[in-house]
């Protein structure tokens, strides 16, 4: 499939995308020396926001696009890697697995988080923050649209992941996988856009993406103009547009 990411596109709400990174950043510990991986990481640049803020004596940041990590960063201690996060599974251990805003990408999160927590080392710590905004009618048209049949059929029948689960259900997680200090909360962002067309242009930025991988370009461009058609009728006619935005972070740390 063609990499359907575009660092221009995902950056035209960098100000907006980066509030919840720094929030997730909060809840760490640094520790001298720190050996940190940043699981989809994007263009790179806040990993290295991350790297610095951690003065890590290593950080790696991994993400499946060849295009967000065209021009990455560079720092002494810091690299970056194209591959699948959900392949993640390192050789040696790391004091902080971090990810924001990417595993919400992976399924099964009942697998994934005890083999996060297999690739970290004593007293390491785990922190993560993910869109749960499913409920919105940016992200409920998606799904209404990709069952029309002239999309689903494209598609394969395809649908974009169920919702997350709860902060209750992460916490309870963290607490069974030897997490003896945690924090886990949904937290609702407010973004002002300049009207609700711009929500469209926003998830065209990540959500969509992984409908655009899937079909070929005419459909593509079929499906965008759907999205917006039905979309728009479903939002309020404001300016500025208010877009608030769930996100589920949570944040664990194992005993020394």
């Given amino acids: 499939m063609a990499d359907p990411w575009d660092p ?10 980066e509030q919840p990174f720094h929030d997730l950043l909060a809840l760490v510990r640094p520790r001298p020396g720190m ?5 989809g990481c994007g ?14 004596r290593e950080t790696v ?3 499946n696009s060849p295009s967000m990590l065209a021009q990455p960063p560079q720092a ?12 993640f599974a390192p050789a040696e251990p790391f004091d902080l697995v971090f990810s924001n805003a990417a595993l919400h990408w992976v399924p099964r999160h009942e697998e994934l988080l005890p083999r996060l927590r297999a690739a970290l080392a004593p007293g390491g710590q785990i922190a993560v923050q993910m869109p749960a905004n499913d409920d919105h009618a940016s992200h409920e048209t998606a799904r209404e649209l990709a069952m029309e049949h002239e999309f689903k059929r494209h598609l394969g029948g395809y649908v974009r992941r169920p919702p ?4 209750v259900q992460y916490a309870a997680w963290l607490h069974h996988l030897g997490f003896v200090t945690q924090h886990a909360r949904m937290q609702v962002y407010r973004h002002l856009l300049g009207s609700r067309d711009e929500v469209v242009e926003w998830v065209r930025g990540t959500l969509l993406t992984d409908y655009q991988r899937r079909l070929p370009t005419p459909v593509w461009d079929r499906f965008l103009a759907r999205y917006r058609e039905l979309l728009l009728p479903r939002l309020p006619d404001e300016r500025p547009f208010l877009y608030t935005y769930p996100r589920i972070l949570f944040w664990g740390q194992l005993p020394a």
């Fill in 61 to 63: 940041g991994i993400d």
């Fill in 35 to 39: 050996r940190a991986v940043d699981l």
């Fill in 43 to 56: 263009t790179g640049t806040l990993t290295l926001d991350l790297h610095r803020a951690l003065q890590a």
């Fill in 164 to 167: 997350l689960p709860s902060p």
């Fill in 76 to 87: 002494p201690g810091l690299r970056f890697e194209v591959r699948d996060i959900a392949d």
């Fill in 8 to 17: 221009r596109q995902y950056e035209r709400y960098r100000s907006e995308r």
